[in-house]
């Protein structure tokens, strides 16, 4: 277990639903990855990101998912990408990852908390 956060930091950290609308290959990316783009609604629009999910999951199977990412971290240069957001997931035993959903439809942009 890493450090504990206090509730102030916790609460700095935006978390967001949002749908994946595009999926493609990232071949530049040291590690195999996707690029994303991801619909977060009205307020934060269409965000980019590269996710190293290609274990579990192939760019057709991914649009139109409910995905939950973190919104306000700073964009980050991934090869010739820049990243916008960071898709949460659990990493199962053999390391791959595991997107994070909803449980049920939610609305885009919706906050997580």
Request: contains cysteine; aromatic residues 8%.
């Amino acid at each position: 277990m890493k450090k504990n956060l206090n509730w102030e930091e916790f609460s700095r950290i935006d978390m967001r639903v949002g749908t994946i609308v595009g999926a493609q290959l990232f071949p530049e990316a040291r590690k195999p990855a996707y690029k994303l783009e991801i619909d977060f609604g009205e307020e934060l629009g269409i965000l980019k990101t590269s996710a190293q999910i290609t274990d579990h999951y192939q760019p057709a199977d991914l649009k139109g998912k409910q995905i939950i990412a973190v919104v306000n971290f700073p964009p980050k240069q991934i090869a010739n990408f820049m990243s916008e957001c960071l898709v949460l997931g659990s990493v199962d035993e053999k390391n791959k990852v595991i997107l994070l959903q909803p449980e049920r439809h939610a609305q885009n942009g919706d906050r997580v908390s």
